[in-house]
């Protein structure tokens, strides 16, 4: 087993991050009938929390690694977050993006200083193409979420959390490859903590669901979802045994229901998020909930869209 | 002098408000050279930092005042602070604003339960209707920045700054009728603090300035800015005679710069603002300053914008 060490983690990163807002959402909380509070990494630096854990893994990387530069494949915002740790440590870092991947989130990896190369229709085949990459240009091949340097990254959410708001009943995270999920349920096991974690996939891409009932690795054979940051076919074997160590509560949601919570933040609290990161939002206002959770808080993980994505919105 | 105890008001209001983010935005900091964070007072209840004095008024009011109900002019945040302030504390609440305020606000205004009268092309008509319908109807009339436990509850934000962020410099204000400048001046005084604050006007609605200059109470023959949150022709007695014993530095911005802050907002940091919520983000844009303010914090103090209003910039 991995030593996963939040705290140290933690420390590790404060220069680096930015301790994202917690704020209560009235009009959440009215919906919700509890409180409910939204954990902000849509302001995190590059726009989501993916950076915790590509910062994490920039910090450990060992130097004859990082010395040959870093390679990596992403939906988007992992590569932002590797683009930028990469500037802050002064290493060379290509990101190979899908072609559907929002302008917004090349446009950025790019002022950061990264290679970016555009390749495949959806996650997993343009993480083929980086490991090809890999062993052509002898370049450091990074996985998205499947590394415990990236999961310990993404946990840290959970510590800041629970240091602004210790009574917090239930943590609600979106799911795509399962390094948040897997990063919240090791830091709530460090933190000794009893708060509850949830996750929530779109119904068209519930590879972590569709694996944990399998009882192995499943790769989807399609998927469906405009939450194109969490669209990933098979997670990661290492957060499958982690979710699968703790098995968390988990939810579907569909894409109607991700609209409107996008929908709902865009009109009610003036909060623009991407469509992947308002799935706990979805998730949340889908759930029925016992009493005796009095105090939630929905992760949004992202707001790197494109601003015309909005349109139908405004 | 009134008595304010800015430290008194914060433990008062504690219950009521939400503690807004202050948060670190790299793009404008990189393009200050600076360190530079917003306080987002747009997610504040009401979505306005108005509701600070708001809730303080209702919290401070004599209680046959409150019982005669209150009415208030307001071109939309102070009105819905106010129609809140009288759902929390039971107090029947009539809010005049100008025909022209956003929908946002009007449609806010009347879920929270307060009655709302659509009279005048400004605030400055508005209020003259709500003083002759106090007389009417026998109501208290509030106003809207001119009243010490207004001053007092906007104060508290320098207050939430500060033990915060300590090693702030400077706090840069958007300035209406002078409440928020006015109570931000008299924290620094009772916080014992050196932090430089400044308010900042539309050049086309200067009327704290004009008032400054001309060492008296100026009333502005016309107005013209989208700036309609700090669109006021005539500023507060109460706040002229404090912002002139403090004398703190002021600017003025064009329509133009408050256009190019919110569309900047929106597309590197994903925020939404009203035009007068990001007067101050104008303002340091087009600031030049010294070397030694190395940190540097905004109020962007509401986000009632219809969503249309964003059609241009999406």
Known sequence: MTNFNIRECAKRLSPYIIK?????????????????YLKLESMQRTGAFK??????YMLTLDPAEAKKGVITA????????MSLGGKLRGIKCTVVMPVSAPLTKQNRAKSYGATLVLHGADYDEAQEYAKKLSLEHNYTYVPSFNHPAIIEGQGTILAEVLTELPQTDMVIAPVGGGGLLSGLLIAKEQLNSDVKIVGVEPVG???????????????????QTIADGVAVRTPGNLNLDIVGRFNPEMWCIDDTEIREAQKLLLSETKLIAETAGVVSVAGLLAAKLPQEIKTVVCVISGANVDLSSLQGLV
Do not use: D, W, Y
Not at 74 to 81: D, M, R
Not at 205 to 223: D, E, F, I, N, R
């Open 20 to 36: 994202t807002p917690l704020v209560e959402i009235e009009a959440l909380s009215e919906r919700a009938g509890r409180k409910v």
């Open 51 to 56: 950076f915790r854990g590509a910062m994490n």
């Open 74 to 81: 992403s939906s988007g915002n992992h590569g932002l977050g």
């Open 205 to 223: 891409a519930a590879s972590m669901q569709t694996s944990l009932k399998a009882g192995q690795l499943t790769t989807l054979a399609a998927m």
